[in-house]
């Protein structure tokens, strides 16, 4: 299975069934070729993309996602602070580290070239989904920065885009990037 997740705590996917491979009885079941790459029923939100890229960024732990960082009063005392709080080991620090070379690549010379900063290591992943409209994609772009000491890890996800990941939602993590690591941000 994905991710080498222990088996009580994976989540249905589709593609088993107890322990065993489903294999589908017609064309309108998942079709496990295409659920590989991100088509039929993988259904995911922005959130869970920026906690797939932040456990890569972790060494392959996951962990408990926090909207807010900190909460300041009126005179800028921190009043509450989220504290770190590891969910579990969604992969190896072995495969993690293979992932985030393989993730380097893609922005440094792959689909992912949009969301380059100077200076910084961003590590990154493109996506691109058909919707079934002509020309229209699910686009997405999941990065984390900077890839040798990770401050911070976003999402981004486009709907009915013209164009690719690459092309629509990397520039826009480029941004995202460089507005939170130019913050000081710690999240």
Known sequence: PPLETPVNERAPSGLYQGS?????????????GRFAFGQERLLVTPLQMAMLAAAV?????VMK?????RVVSPDRRTVARAKPEELGRAVSAETAAALTSMMEAVVSAGTGTAAQLPGVRVAGKTGT???GVPG????SFIAF?????PRVAIAVMLENQEGTGGRTAAPIARELLQALLAGGSNS
């Open 20 to 32: 065993r491979l489903f294999r589908p009885k017609n064309r309108f079941q998942v079709d496990p």
């Open 57 to 61: 960024a972790n060494g392959g732990l």
């Open 65 to 69: 996602p926090h909207v807010v960082e």
């Open 129 to 131: 989904a058909e919707t």
């Open 136 to 139: 229209l994609n699910q686009t």
């Open 145 to 149: 920065a900077p890839a040798d000491r």
